[in-house]
């Protein structure tokens, strides 16, 4: 079931588990790096002064765990995930305004700019968090779209002995078409076919190839094009018509 067809209640209460673990998970790992620090004496004891270079290496993985928040929260999300992971980066905000208020109160708890680094970083890193799980987002769409794409083929020629660039061959290939994407009566109908099922391979090289649907990722516009490009192949392919083969 999808986060469309999901019912409203159950949709909402994903919301917020989603957003729940992604605070979970930065509070927790950056609570428990302080503490592994803390033991291993990088840190001084609790309670103890410490020196300003500590605060821009506590500052680091704060960042670090913060950008990992906002990675789950859309991954866990429902639906909307670049809303979630503004939410949670929202939500982080108010905790981070309450320590620098603290820590104005409390100078002695360390220096300012460690306080307002925390607070003013934490909006930006979840949304980069977002954006980096809707990059491998568009990347599993492409993906999808290509493997519904060869399947098609399969179910349209009843070809499921092969796949990839020979199923695209042996289906398509001009002189003896499984699937005829026009009359072959003549040579211009005959090169359409055959650059028809040029493309058909094209995609199958282009988006088999494991760091293909990465590099696409990169551009959420080249991945959208990409997904143009698998469903303009799918309609010809609708409109295919039994071959000579």
Known sequence: MNGASMPVPRRRWRSVGAVVAGFLAIVALSLGTDQVLH?????????????????????????????????????????????????LGLIGLLPGIAGVI????????GPLWYSVAVAVTG???????????????????????????????????GRYDVSGPLLME????????????????????RDEQKGLMLLFQGVVFALRNPRAPRALADSSEEALEAIALISLLAKRLERAEPGRS
């Open 170 to 189: 042996q289906v398509f290939f001009p002189d003896r078409p499984v699937l005829a994407f026009n009359a072959l009566a003549d040579q211009s109908d």
């Open 123 to 157: 909006p930006p890193c979840a949304w980069l968090g977002g954006a980096l799980y809707r990059g491998k987002h568009y990347a599993e769409a492409v993906l999808s779209a290509f493997l519904a794409l060869e399947t098609f083929v399969q179910e349209k020629s």
């Open 102 to 109: 603290a820590n104005i109160a409390k100078p002695e708890l």
């Open 39 to 87: 033991v291993l004496k990088v840190y001084p004891p609790w309670g103890e002064p410490m020196a300003g270079a500590l605060f821009v290496v506590a500052t680091a993985y704060r960042i670090v765990y913060t950008v990992l928040g906002g990675y789950i929260t859309p991954r866990l999300a429902p639906h909307a995930p670049a809303r979630h992971a503004l939410i």
